[in-house]
């Protein structure tokens, strides 16, 4: 159960980097933010902020099974 929610948390943020183009250089980002519309950023905005989220709460669900439940 640990691993599963380790994994789904680590694919989750990774997820939301790629989406919010965190891993992208300055260059790369600006050309990002002209060459596309309003409304397909506000997309790729919530998509990368739910799938944080769900990577944050996974990530906390593993910890407390890490500390609390494993010995």
């Given at each position: 159960?640990?691993?599963?929610?380790?994994?789904?948390?680590?694919?989750?943020?990774?997820?939301?980097?790629?989406?919010?183009?965190?891993?992208?250089?300055?260059?790369?980002?600006?050309?990002?933010?002209?060459?596309?519309?309003v409304?397909?950023?506000?997309?790729?905005t919530?998509?990368?902020?739910?799938?944080?989220?769900?990577?944050?709460?996974?990530?906390?669900?593993?910890?407390?099974?890490?500390?609390?439940?494993?010995?």
């Amino acid at each position: 159960m640990l691993q599963f929610f380790l994994i789904t948390g680590v694919v989750c943020i990774i997820i939301s980097g790629l989406f919010i183009g965190a891993w992208t250089d300055g260059q790369q980002q600006r050309a990002n933010f002209h060459s596309e519309s309003v409304n397909h950023r506000n997309f790729r905005t919530k998509i990368a902020f739910y799938a944080g989220i769900a990577g944050g709460v996974s990530l906390s669900i593993a910890a407390l099974i890490y500390f609390f439940i494993v010995d």
